[in-house]
């Protein structure tokens, strides 16, 4: 099929071209000042409207493992759901049980993630140091797989000690790789949890009161000296406090290669969500909980001045039934909310309308940016000819409400219900195929995605 999309506006440096995208197999085949003179099967008319390389959410989890079930959206709805804000790539996570070795862990996923529509790659997690985690980490490189996440929170299951974590580190920066963090200190949080708990104090607000900013910091703080001595290229998913930015723009000052990614609900939500009812709160019970407004304040700067490099979503949703397995223990509450669907909107809506960042970084943070950073770059993430064509034409007066009753999500809750925003996709290309058109599904459309095996070094 070969698509024609006339007048496109293609942001670039700040400036808007109007350009003819030519599509064909797949891939981005022209791109022209004028109309080419040749037979296209379709042309699309975005006269007035931006064309944007389709997302790259670099942090979601889909059907993840958990003692009060898996997360909701599988592979098929959680890409549906991507799809429909926008989202053409996702990177999700292999996390092997202790005892079962990481490449083992890594096939057994790709088979699971089989039922994406969107194209994905995977994060791998060591959870321990075992003789063969080595050749481990090298064969997962070797296999397109580079970049590995490690948890500093979770401690009982899979959760690093700084030993272990400074191996990993040491040994994934020896293969090319690059090691991702969850940045939170895990002894301490699981000590004030069980104090809380002791003291009868068992609602999802010691969600919250259990993990203060500072034990984020803490962790953002060790981690990066760890990776400095290692000579790791590092990367800290879902950061939420202005504090652990003030040690991750320190460390980039100095030149220490540390990338930073938040989450639209650390831009947009914060504390006072964990006043109210259980099923009121639970829906934001997430790790690292959100924080106060100033924080928020201070992310969407980050962003700006370029601290913070991309927004995931850490989509990880969960229905109430399933947050209610912690109703007598906040402890037991299952961590994790949804976001893939809204994040391009949201944060169109909330940066670029209320000029907290301008387009160009717009791009950067929802797409081409973790492109770069994780190696599938310009074949993702860039408008350019011989990527691919994902994209997605965006209609910039387009109203919309978030509504748990709405959202494609099979989730029942919704952190961002009632937010109201200002523009969405119109039309979403994956693959060179329509896959949304006038904000609908087109369900003929749809095809497997692709397995991105990445390489980051350079
Ligand atoms: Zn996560």
Not at 144 to 157: H, L
Not at 373 to 391: E, H, M, N, R, Y
């Amino acid at each position: 099929m070969r698509i024609l999309i006339k007048n496109a506006s293609i942001v670039h440096s700040n400036t808007n071209f109007v350009m003819h995208i030519g599509i064909e197999n797949g891939s981005i085949q022209s791109i022209n000042s004028s109309v080419p003179d040749e037979k296209f099967d379709r042309v699309i008319d975005a006269e007035g409207k931006f064309v944007f390389p389709g997302g790259v959410d670099p942090h979601v989890h889909f059907d993840l493992p958990t003692p009060a079930g898996s997360s909701v959206d599988d592979f098929k709805s959680g890409s549906v759901a991507a799809l429909i804000g926008g989202t053409t790539s996702i990177l999700d996570f292999v996390t092997p049980r202790r005892g079962q070795s990481m490449v083992e862990a890594l096939e057994i996923r790709l088979k699971e993630a089989q039922g994406s529509f969107v194209d994905y790659s995977l994060h791998v997690s060591p959870v321990e140091w075992r003789d063969s985690t080595e050749s481990e980490i090298k064969a997962c490189v070797d296999a397109g797989f580079p970049s590995f996440k490690v948890y500093m929170a979770y401690r009982s299951n899979i959760g690093l000690n700084n030993e272990v974590l400074f191996k990993v580190l040491t040994t994934v920066a020896k293969y090319g790789g690059m090691v991702t963090v969850h940045a939170e200190m895990g002894d301490e949080i699981d000590l004030l949890r069980d104090q809380f708990l002791a003291e009868g104090k068992s609602e999802p607000l010691y969600h919250l009161l259990s993990r203060p900013p500072g034990t984020e910091s803490e962790a953002v703080r060790q981690v990066i000296d760890l990776a400095h001595i290692a000579e790791c290229p590092l990367y800290i998913v879902h950061v939420s406090s202005e504090e652990s930015l003030i040690h991750i723009a320190a460390a980039q000052d100095r030149g220490q290669v540390v990338f930073a990614e938040t989450c639209p609900h650390y831009l947009l939500l914060n504390d006072t969500k964990y006043n109210g009812s259980f099923s009121q709160v639970a829906p934001y019970v997430i790790s690292p909980p959100l924080r106060k407004v100033s924080d928020n304040e201070a992310l969407w700067i980050a962003l700006k001045q370029g601290v913070v490099q991309t927004v995931g979503t850490d989509h990880c949703p969960f229905n109430l039934s399933q947050k209610m397995a912690g109703e007598f223990d906040f402890r037991k509450i299952p961590n994790g909310a949804g976001g893939v669907e809204h994040r391009l909107t949201l944060l169109y809506s909330y940066g670029i309308q209320q000029e907290l960042i301008t387009k160009q970084q717009f791009i950067d943070v929802t797409s081409s940016n973790a492109a770069q950073i994780f190696g599938c770059w310009p074949q993702k993430g860039s408008i350019t000819v011989g990527a691919d064509a994902d994209l997605v034409i965006w209609d910039s007066q387009k109203k919309n409400t978030i509504q748990v009753a709405t959202h494609k999500s099979t989730s029942d809750t919704e952190m961002f219900e009632g937010f109201e925003t200002l523009g969405a996709p119109e039309f979403v290309i994956k693959g060179g195929r329509i896959v949304v058109e006038k904000g609908d599904l087109i369900l003929g459309n749809l095809q497997k995605g692709k397995i991105l095996r990445r390489d980051i070094k350079s």
